[in-house]
């Protein structure tokens, strides 16, 4: 499955934003869906993410109550809304995919463990 991230830009602290990853194929609905990112100087870390079959979600605790990851398979589209950003959210978000794994799984494994395909990033930055 191919990704495309999109929705990144330049907002101040306290604003919101609203990613999207567009998948293509028909076998989008048997991949969970999650978002990293990537700052500066720093390593890759996980974001949030969407079971490939029902509503499961889970979070990095950095995020949880000001993100929120929903998805819909009849558009091969999954988004992740971003409010009260904070500075520290500055960074590449990137969107990814692994088939037949849980969102828990995605977030706590090792990408290589977990990730079939990336997405191309997509910049958000949060000035203070």
């Known amino acids: 499955v191919q990704l495309q991230a999109s929705g990144g830009g330049l907002v101040q602290g306290g604003d919101s934003l609203r990613l999207s990853c567009v998948g293509s194929g028909r076998t989008f609905n048997t991949y969970a869906i999650g978002w990293f990112r990537q700052a500066p100087g720093e390593k890759r870390e996980f974001v949030a993410a969407h079971n490939w079959n029902g509503n499961g979600t889970y979070y990095a605790e950095a995020v949880k109550g000001r993100f929120t990851i929903s998805r819909d398979n009849g558009r091969n589209t999954v988004w992740l809304q971003m409010t009260s950003l904070k500075p520290g959210d500055t960074a590449v978000y990137y969107c990814?995919?692994?088939?037949?794994?849980?969102?828990?799984?995605?977030?706590?494994?090792?990408?290589?463990?977990?990730?079939?395909?990336w997405g191309e990033g997509t910049q958000v930055t949060v000035s203070s």
């Open positions: 990814a995919a692994g088939r037949f794994i849980s969102a828990e799984f995605m977030g706590t494994m090792s990408p290589e463990a977990a990730i079939n395909f």
